[in-house]
Nanobody, 121 residues
Framework: VQVVESGGGLVQAGGSLRLSCAAS????????MGWFRQAPGKEREQVAT???????NYADSVKGRFTISQDNAKKTLYLQMNSLKPDDTAMYYC????????????????WGQGTQVTVSS
């Protein structure tokens, strides 16, 4: 399984970025996907997730600003980030796994290498 993120970069506060995640070699046809982030010195945070039924979940810190979506045909996940704040600065990771595994164990097996998002004030 390969999970590759793209779209990170440097943006001013108030700006927008769109992250993409391309997955290949998946052993199953349906799966849950999401985005995590981790800033230096901080704990890893679940940002947004999307399940096989299309239901989404967001961290309180990004609700109303970030939108997670997916293109099932292209096996691609997106994270549209608007009204970015300096506190959003972090390495963003795309994750995925079979939804049964996620619901049973509360974690995702497959992770990308991450894409850096830096928001300047």
């Amino acid at each position: 399984v390969q999970v590759v993120e793209s779209g990170g970069g440097l943006v001013q506060a108030g700006g927008s970025l769109r992250l993409s995640c391309a997955a290949s070699g998946l052993p199953y046809s349906t799966y849950c996907m999401g985005w995590f982030r981790q800033a230096p010195g901080k704990e890893r945070e679940q940002v947004a997730t999307i399940a096989d039924d299309g239901s989404t979940n967001y961290a309180d810190s990004v609700k109303g600003r970030f939108t997670i979506s997916q293109d099932n045909a292209k096996k691609t996940l997106y994270l549209q980030m608007n009204s970015l704040k300096p506190d959003d600065t972090a390495m963003y990771y795309c994750v995925l796994d079979h939804c049964t595994n996620v619901r049973w164990y509360g974690e995702y097996k497959f992770w990308g290498q991450g894409t850096q998002v830096t928001v300047s004030s």
